[in-house]
């Protein structure tokens, strides 16, 4: 049986005190206690759930690194030689694939000739419309959509649904390690971790709960904006043609990241999205797709913002976005095997949420999409005290 399906013993508290207690395993809390155990601490992790359910687990599993800016680009490029350390540790699927931006007009392709003068032709390798055509398996006579694109190589691929739960089974063989599934936490203070089968007790406590926040710390949580972002998903058979192994990403993605935002033909392509895309501005599109070890192609997304998720998935939503990822492969349908709703934590006041909320108590949530892609880098940063708390 796979991690993510493998039956849990009974959760036993921990008697002794901890160097760490992390409430949450998801990504970020996973990735501070692989983080402590390498700087040979004692770590607790402390999860309400019986496996990882929640963000880490239902997005595209990509580490979004070039496409990042200013700080959190020097958190995402630390992140990557974090998670690289971590597959070779416990053994994760994470393959140095890279991303591949396809373009499919002129200012697309701008967008992305300004980026490579800007980073370099190493970290932004324009590639040919062929080169694209060749890798979405398009054949010639389907190219005339396509401007060009560009290989970012310094992206990386992780499985999601098995990236967790790998890091917690290996974090659980670790001398000094201990994790506590299905134990809610019901408040905390300096020293302690109060929850549902008694007191957890550490030195330093870090709060990790993402969108959950206001479930302890609502007046924090307000205070920041933070909403739950929800996203359409949905995974389907990949095309036979389909050749890359690469994170395809699309116009959409170039508009909700910092570093193509920042290009000067950046309002020209929203301007042109706008004309010819509007309905996918309308849900908050990012059209990109990555592929799972098995082969199958994970696919989306949409974006709708709420303090509370609703549980309910409009279907027009999902057949606007797997039309279009149907055209950028170049394929008259896709197939789907499966749908899912995604949900993380978001905020417009700023992509991070750090407060230390009493001594040695911190609390700390990416508040956008790129918690896969920050997490070891915010890891390492937590413990090197180069973190700051946010206002």
Excluded: K
């Excluded at 373009?103 to 419309?129: F, H, N, P, Q, Y």
């Excluded at 890891?379 to 005290?385: L, S, V």
Aim: hydrophobic share 45%; net charge neutral; glycine share 10%.
């Amino acid at each position: 049986m796979t991690p993510a399906t493998t039956p849990l013993p009974p959760a036993v508290l921990p008697r002794d005190r901890s160097d760490l207690v992390v409430v949450g395993a998801g990504i970020i809390g996973l990735a501070h206690a692989v983080e402590a155990v390498r700087r040979g601490l004692r770590v607790t992790v402390v999860e309400r759930d019986r496996r990882p359910v929640g963000a880490s687990v239902r997005n595209f599993g990509h580490c979004c690194v070039t496409a990042q800016r200013g700080e959190l680009l020097d958190l995402a490029t630390r992140s990557r030689a974090g998670w690289l350390d971590a597959a070779a540790r416990a053994g994760l699927w994470a393959p140095e694939a890279g991303a591949l931006v396809v373009a499919r007009s002129v200012t697309e392709l701008a967008v992305l000739e300004e980026l490579r003068e800007e980073r370099g032709a190493d970290a932004v390798r324009l590639r040919t419309r062929d080169e694209v055509g060749d890798a979405l398996g398009r054949p010639a006579h389907q190219r005339g959509d396509l401007a060009g694109g560009a290989l970012l190589p310094a992206d990386l691929r992780v499985d999601p649904r098995e990236a967790a739960p790998r890091l917690a089974a290996w974090l659980a063989e670790q001398p000094g390690v201990r994790i506590v599934w299905g134990t809610n936490v019901t408040g905390v203070e300096t020293g302690s971790v109060h929850t549902s089968r008694g007191p957890v007790r550490g030195e330093r406590i870090l709060l990790c709960v993402g969108h959950d926040l206001d479930r302890l710390y609502p007046v924090e949580a307000e205070a920041h904006g933070i909403e739950r972002c929800r996203l359409s998903m949905a995974r389907i058979e990949a095309p036979a043609a389909l050749r890359t192994d690469a994170a395809v990403l699309t116009a959409t993605s170039m508009l909700r990241y910092d570093a193509f935002t920042a290009t000067p033909s950046a309002t020209a392509l929203r301007a042109e999205v706008e004309r010819h895309g509007a309905e996918l501005l309308g849900i908050g599109a990012n059209v990109m797709f990555t592929r799972l070890p098995d082969g199958s192609v994970l696919v989306g997304d949409s974006h709708a913002y709420d303090l509370t998720e609703i549980p309910f998935q409009d279907e027009a939503v999902s057949v606007l976005l797997l039309r279009e990822v149907a055209r950028v492969l170049g394929v008259r349908e896709v197939r789907v095997t499966e749908r899912w709703q995604g949900v993380y934590a978001s905020s417009s006041r700023g992509p991070l949420f750090v407060r230390d909320l009493a001594p040695g108590v911190r609390a700390l949530s990416v508040t956008s999409g790129v918690g896969m892609t920050l997490s070891f880098g915010l890891a390492a940063a937590t413990f090197d005290g180069t973190l700051r708390a946010t206002a």
